[in-house]
């Protein structure tokens, strides 16, 4: 056994026995390391700048973009940020133990479920070491052991993280290989993770669509995953055209490089030619390129002819394709085709429509008359999320506490015996 495949395979024996610690965590004891992580945090803000320096410092001279410098930064608004969502996650209902609903046999024997934490998870992420912190915390909260590994650029704001998680650990009596980060840059650790089907229980990709591609065909665990975010709206015969701006430019403009982002904008035809141009001139003064439909095109000179890649692209720019439908069966067909199971809205006035849109569109998110940016974890009310999941086993959407648990039976009698 190499020296990569030694380290991580240590790393997951340690993890899989320090699970059976952390599931039998109490919650005042839980909220206490998140707690204090928080307090590490503010208290160590030098050391985390110094060590996020030195991967900011490999990143320029790499060349690599503004943008990838971006997200790489852990400046003191994103290190406030962790301090807060901290503070959210341990203020957030607990949700090991909770017994959803008990039933009496015939026979006497009470039966249940009750919930209980998955046990061991692997973390797969690029270039945000702020992962780092949001996914320890709802891990530990929900009652689970975490390996991380993060991206080989954040090697070493990743592990001044640690640092900091560890010390926040020790202080509370709580295992240090409940959170785990893997100490090496070699993409030979992501296999050897990937291999550890005896000690983890479910590998949560986090980044590009390469990434989480390699992930789940490598993977001899289970892979919570979504490849990409292609989302649409659908703008509804006789819907609030001004209404229908306001979210679609929402959707489209105030953050085009997200996951939930509006890629596809669909328009009935009745409301294509009122609608259209005041949209096209929201999106022309906020440096959108509209690719359209022949329908679109002749209504709004200035976009673009689209081509058949640009029908189901997920673009992560100011860039749109637009097409014009002749019906609401149109528009869902569409979906099916070229949707990825993100998130999908309509804009209506005509409530059967909007609860028929809800029964047969397929995604993590339906939504009606509203923004598809609102499909996240914090925007929904979970408190914090650690990825959306578009797979249906065993969550589908933003992944929160309640989803990083599941439910085991339970049964109390009084000397049943099965006859």
């Known amino acids: 056994m190499n020296d990569v495949a030694a380290i991580v395979a ?6 899989r026995a320090a699970a059976r610690r952390v599931a039998g965590l109490s919650t005042a004891v839980k909220d206490e390391v998140l707690l204090r992580t928080a307090e590490r945090l503010v208290e160590a803000k030098d050391r985390i700048r110094a060590a996020n320096e030195k991967d900011l410092a490999a990143a320029r001279g790499k060349g690599l973009s503004g943008a990838f410098v971006d997200r790489l930064t852990l400046s003191d608004r994103v290190i406030d940020s962790m301090v807060q969502g901290l503070r959210e996650v341990a203020a957030l209902p607990d949700p090991v133990g909770e017994s959803p609903r008990l039933w009496r046999r015939p026979n006497g024997l009470t039966v249940g479920r009750v919930r209980i934490p998955l046990g061991v998870i692997g973390m797969i992420y690029e270039s945000r070491p702020n992962v780092t912190i949001d996914a320890a915390a709802l891990c530990l909260k929900a009652g689970n052991a975490v390996i991380l590994r993060g991206g080989s650029d954040a090697i070493h704001s990743n592990l001044a993280l640690a640092e900091i998680l560890q010390e926040a650990l020790a202080a509370c009596g709580v295992p240090g290989d409940a959170v785990q980060v893997v100490p090496v840059t070699d993409r030979a650790a992501v296999l050897e993770l990937l291999r550890l089907e005896d000690d983890l229980d479910l590998v949560i990709p986090r980044g590009g669509e390469g990434l989480i591609r390699f992930v789940v065909e490598n993977s001899r665990i289970p892979v919570l995953k979504h490849y990409k975010g292609v989302c649409h709206v659908y703008v ?5 055209l001004e209404m229908a701006r306001r979210i679609c430019f929402n959707a489209k403009v105030q953050r085009p490089g997200v996951c939930n982002a509006m890629e596809g904008m669909l328009v009935h035809r009745e409301a294509a030619e009122a609608f259209l141009p005041a949209m096209a001139a929201d999106f022309r003064e906020a440096g959108v390129e509209m690719r359209g439909c022949p329908r679109t ?10 081509v058949e890649e640009d029908w189901g692209r997920e673009f992560l720019d100011l860039v749109l394709a637009v097409r014009v439908v002749d019906s609401m069966d149109e528009a869902m067909d569409y979906i099916a085709r070229y949707g990825s199971n993100h998130t999908e ?53 933003p992944m929160g506490l309640e989803e990083l648990t599941t439910t085991k039976f339970i049964a109390f009698g009084d000397g049943q015996v099965r006859q």
């Not at 509804?236 to 609030?240: E, H, K, N, S, Y």
């Not at 000179?301 to 689209?306: D, I, S, T, Y």
């Not at 209506?348 to 009606?368: G, K, W």
């Open 10 to 15: 240590d790393m997951g024996r340690r993890a």
């Open 236 to 240: 509804d015969r006789g819907a609030d």
């Open 297 to 306: 095109c002749a209504i709004v000179p200035e976009a673009v002819a689209a």
């Open 345 to 397: 809205a309509i804009v209506t006035r005509d409530y059967a429509r909007a609860m028929r849109f809800l029964r047969e569109v397929d995604a993590s998110l339906v939504l009606v008359n509203a923004s598809t940016r609102f499909n996240d974890g914090g925007q929904l009310g979970l408190g914090a999320e650690i990825g959306i999941s578009t797979s249906k086993l065993h969550a589908y959407g």
